[in-house]
T-cell receptor, first 114, second 116 residues
Framework: AQSVTQLGSHVSVSEGALVLLRCNYSSSVPPYLFWYVQYPNQGLQLLLKYTSAATLVKGINGFEAEFKKSETSFHLTKPSAHMSDAAEYFCAVSVYSGTYKYIFGTGTRLKVLA | EAGVTQFPSHSVIEKGQTVTLRCDPISGHDNLYWYRRVMGKEIKFLLHFVKESKQDESGMPNNRFLAERTGGTYSTLKVQPAELEDSGVYFC??????????????FGPGTRLTVL
């Protein structure tokens, strides 16, 4: 069965520091992976998605993620954290069982310290 | 273009009462999904509509939950009677083409349900 694991339910970084949010997947078939962000009182917003076209995927707001098959990982990074990046981040994999649906990780709440 | 909207944003009810959540998808999106997040846990799939038909309801917890999408536009999710463990945030999402693995689902802000 396909699954997603996000290591670290809470991550704190200083403003200007590197952001690294971890996501590992388990899949017997080529996975299609997504990162979503939820800002307070808003819905989930797509940051980026892996579609097998390129292993390094660039998303919105300066975020990017690299698909590493050998490590079964799809970690999310941003070179320099901004206060506005404080939010909850979700990794998801699209799975097929008659139709496509998402399986999510448990989420990582990012705190940015001034 | 309006995004996915959900109503109400919050609902607090007593155990045993009935609650109905509503979701309006993005116009033109045939696919509508319901997900739920219980506090501290992952967001879990509940069901998927294609137009007015239930394509997959494998995630529905039990028969106290009833989802409808009459006319293939908005959808409602009714919980009757509500139990304490039904508390959580209910998300709705919509997409254009569920036949594509990389199809993006667009999420609403969620309805926070608290059952006392």
């Amino acid at each position: 069965a396909q699954s997603v694991t996000q290591l670290g339910s809470h991550v704190s970084v200083s403003e200007g520091a590197l952001v690294l949010l971890r996501c590992n997947y388990s899949s017997s078939v080529p996975p299609y992976l997504f990162w979503y962000v939820q800002y307070p009182n808003q819905g989930l917003q797509l940051l980026l998605k892996y579609t097998s076209a390129a292993t390094l995927v660039k998303g919105i707001n300066g975020f990017e993620a690299e698909f590493k098959k050998s490590e079964t990982s799809f970690h999310l990074t941003k070179p320099s954290a901004h206060m506005s990046d404080a939010a909850e981040y979700f990794c998801a994999v699209s799975v097929y069982s008659g139709t496509y649906k998402y399986i999510f990780g448990t989420g990582t709440r990012l705190k940015v310290l001034a | 273009e309006a995004g996915v909207t959900q109503f109400p944003s919050h609902s607090v009810i007593e155990k045993g009462q009935t609650v109905t959540l509503r979701c309006d998808p993005i116009s033109g999106h045939d696919n509508l999904y319901w997900y739920r997040r219980v506090m501290g846990k992952e967001i879990k799939f509940l069901l998927h509509f294609v137009k007015e038909s239930k394509q997959d309801e494998s995630g529905m917890p039990n028969n106290r939950f009833l989802a409808e999408r009459t006319g293939g536009t908005y959808s409602t999710l009714k919980v009757q009677p509500a139990e304490l463990e039904d508390s959580g945030v209910y998300f709705c999402a919509s997409s254009q083409d569920s036949g594509v693995s990389t199809d993006t689902q667009y999420f609403g802000p969620g309805t926070r349900l608290t059952v006392l």
